[in-house]
């Protein structure tokens, strides 16, 4: 064996023996990456509910509001991304780390019931999922006999939804929902989209209480697709919101508006 031979074997070894464990430290740190990226980096909805006008109500026993929860036209609630196992190169990475052992495995994401259910809000309120002759709402409920304004907010992430047509295709959207507009839609690059604002009726339930000051609802919904996944100008959201001011009681029709908006514009086909 020439002294050229074994210098070719030499450097051959050196790049497998230190090739190897480098492969294995970059590749987790990628996976890694993508498994704990930021919410805002995934399929991503702020849901925000504010009911104004009841502060300083003098009310007798149990109130109760309730407002539209996110869920398909049909009433279905969303789906939570599955908690990933780590892959190989992440064992061994997070074993030579040391991580602590409830980030050895992906991110963990709350389902409707952990993100809506039971929650406590200022003011004295308590959340609830009720179903209601109207399908499933969120509830506020609260023993106070003066009453305080509403403020509730929540960030859930879904494993998909669709931002093109999310009233037919299965995408979160303020529930329950009657009565949808016309839907008609125009090309978006290889796409489609909503032509203008639908709009659909819903409901918001106020108990009896003694009457006073009209009461504020503002429940808005702001729904985002993964950037990681979709070509830049297919990002973007849809909007659903309710503006809605009432004096009555029990359930009462509130209107729901859906917008949509894309952060750069794509080419019709």
Same mark, same amino acid.
């Given at each position: 064996?020439?002294?050229?031979?074994?210098?070719?074997?030499?450097?051959?070894?050196?790049?497998?023996?230190?090739?190897?464990?480098?492969?294995?430290?970059?590749?987790?740190?990628?996976?890694?990456?993508?498994?704990? #990226?930021?919410?805002?980096? #995934?399929?991503?909805?702020?849901?925000?509910?504010?009911?104004?006008?009841?502060?300083?109500?003098?009310?007798?026993?149990?109130?109760?509001?309730?407002?539209?929860?996110?869920?398909?036209?049909?009433?279905?609630?969303?789906?939570?991304?599955?908690?990933?196992?780590?892959?190989?190169?992440?064992?061994?990475?997070?074993?030579?780390?040391?991580?602590?052992?409830?980030?050895?495995?992906?991110?963990?994401?709350?389902?409707?019931?952990?993100?809506?259910?039971?929650?406590?809000?200022?003011?004295?309120?308590?959340?609830?999922?009720?179903?209601?002759?109207?399908?499933?709402?969120?509830?506020?409920?609260?023993?106070?006999?003066?009453?305080?304004?509403?403020?509730?907010?929540?960030?859930?992430?879904?494993?998909?939804?669709?931002?093109?047509?999310?009233?037919?295709?299965?995408?979160?959207?303020?529930?329950?929902?009657?009565?949808?507009?016309?839907?008609?839609?125009?090309?978006?690059?290889?796409?489609?989209?909503?032509?203008?604002?639908?709009?659909?009726?819903?409901?918001?339930?106020?108990?009896?209480?003694?009457?006073?000051?009209?009461?504020?609802?503002?429940?808005?919904?702001?729904?985002?697709?993964?950037?990681?996944?979709?070509?830049?100008?297919?990002?973007?959201?849809?909007?659903?919101?309710?503006?809605?001011?009432?004096?009555?009681?029990?359930?009462?029709?509130?209107?729901?508006?859906?917008?949509?908006?894309?952060?750069?514009?794509?080419?019709?086909?």
């Amino acid at each position: 064996m020439t002294k050229k031979d074994r210098y070719f074997i030499a450097l051959f070894l050196i790049l497998v023996v230190g090739g190897i464990p480098m492969s294995i430290i970059l590749h987790s740190i990628y996976m890694d990456s993508i498994d704990w #990226r930021d919410r805002g980096q #995934r399929y991503n909805c702020i849901y925000d509910v504010n009911v104004g006008g009841l502060s300083g109500r003098d009310v007798l026993g149990p109130t109760v509001i309730m407002v539209p929860i996110p869920a398909t036209k049909e009433g279905k609630f969303f789906t939570p991304p599955a908690q990933k196992n780590p892959c190989f190169t992440q064992e061994i990475m997070h074993e030579i780390d040391n991580w602590p052992e409830q980030y050895r495995k992906g991110p963990y994401f709350e389902n409707a019931t952990e993100t809506f259910d039971n929650k406590t809000t200022p003011g004295g309120w308590t959340t609830f999922i009720a179903e209601t002759e109207k399908g499933y709402m969120l509830g506020f409920r609260t023993n106070e006999s003066r009453l305080q304004d509403i403020s509730f907010s929540a960030n859930f992430v879904a494993d998909y939804f669709d931002i093109f047509d999310p009233i037919s295709n299965g995408s979160p959207i303020l529930f329950p929902v009657e009565n949808i507009s016309n839907i008609s839609v125009i090309p978006y690059g290889e796409y489609t989209r909503y032509d203008s604002n639908p709009t659909y009726d819903s409901y918001v339930y106020v108990s009896e209480c003694r009457q006073g000051a009209p009461i504020y609802f503002h429940i808005r919904l702001e729904a985002n697709n993964d950037p990681g996944e979709w070509p830049r100008e297919y990002r973007g959201q849809y909007l659903n919101e309710i503006k809605e001011t009432t004096s009555g009681t029990g359930f009462l029709k509130a209107k729901v508006t859906l917008g949509q908006e894309f952060y750069f514009m794509a080419i019709p086909e």
